[in-house]
């Protein structure tokens, strides 16, 4: 495979390696990586798959741009809010480098598409930020026989890590399975829309999987397959920790329903067997002045950020401030999203026998978006 003259002089940095040279930009343009998820690990993982000149890409993702992205996805710009990421991308990366050939699916990667998707590529880099879809994308590259790059985000802390990628020996490597054989409870592992994460961290993280799509491809370095890197980007911290096969597991066949293996949806469910209240209801009994009362249950950084004068009782002190809480008038309590607020409520109900709790329904971000435009949303 001949470069032009353009091609040349853009990938020079790259020619003039020793261990990489010509020979690994001829499998970079040959190559054809699917990288799910535009998001915050997408966004640096396309980047730099595009400028490093991957031949053939493509961009699976279902959502839009919002404005909270731009905090992390530095892909995106104002101009881009409300536009699907999948394509917005593509418009951008065609920009940057015209030698390569882009693909959007502007589609939600599930059970009955993935296979047929990610068949007509040889690596597939995992940005997304859902056990459900981490899952689904495992077990079709198990399937497939696909390497699977690995990455996540939360907080200030990131993970790496190469999945089936074979060996020597004609055995593929550990995958996603060997490391977290099942999902952790939903309950127990907030989003980054609940727990937020610090902007930079998926540049970083997302850097560190293009890093590592490109010695897949070239086969050059020593990759992290059989091993995960944690970072700690509060700590400047890391660790690498080996993974190895768990040879009880069953044989990944076929794909299953991954949102009931994972219990998505689970928190939702039981939130309709408490009460609920609209914003626009909590607005009425605001205007009509009736004795109710209204408690927050986010934190105090949350509170300062925006409120609606509720009492603020984070959470994790619901036991020690129960006596706060009235018994006998109705109470509302809000969260962000109205996740957090259900479970206090299912907590107070089954511990100490609340009768009179309302979740309101959609947190403050609902209320903003039906009552009050004029309250920040985060």
Known sequence: MNFSKE????????????????????????ARVLVVGAGGLGAPLLQYL???????????????????????????????IG??????????LEKLNRHIKLTAYQTRLHSQNALDIIKDY????????????????NDACVILGKVNVYGSVYGFEGQVS?????????????????????????????????????????GIIG????????????????????????????????????IRKNESQKPIQELIDYDLFCEVGKNDRNETKIKQITPKELHQLILENKDFQLIDVREPHEYE???????LIPSDMLDSRMHEISTEKQVVLHCKSG????????????????KNLYNLNGGIQAYSDNVDQTLPKY
């Open 83 to 92: 536009k699907p990421k999948a394509q917005a991308a593509l418009e951008k």
């Open 7 to 30: 091609e040349v002089a853009r990938y020079s940095r790259h020619l003039v390696l020793p261990e990489f040279n010509i020979t690994g930009q001829r499998k970079l343009k040959n």
């Open 305 to 311: 950020i925006v409120n609606i004068q509720g009492t």
């Open 162 to 202: 190469v999945f089936n990628h074979p060996k020597r020996e004609g055995h593929n490597g550990p995958n996603y399975r060997d490391l977290f054989p099942s999902p952790p409870p939903p309950d127990l592992v907030p989003n980054c829309a609940e727990g937020g994460v610090i902007g930079v961290l998926p």
């Open 207 to 242: 850097s560190l999987q293009a890093s590592e799509v490109i010695k897949v491809i070239t086969g050059i370095g020593e990759l992290l397959s059989g091993k995960l890197f944690l970072f700690d980007a509060l700590r400047f911290e890391t660790k690498t920790v080996k």
């Open 122 to 137: 040889d690596i597939v880099a995992d940005g997304t930020d859902n056990f459900a879809t981490r899952y689904l994308i």
């Open 339 to 354: 996740t957090r607020s259900a479970k206090a409520i299912q907590y107070l109900e089954n511990e100490y026998g609340f």
């Open 50 to 80: 595009t400028a490093a000149g991957v031949g053939t890409l493509g961009i699976v993702d279902f959502d839009v741009v919002e404005e909270s992205n731009l905090q992390r996805q530095v892909l995106f710009s104002e101009d881009d």
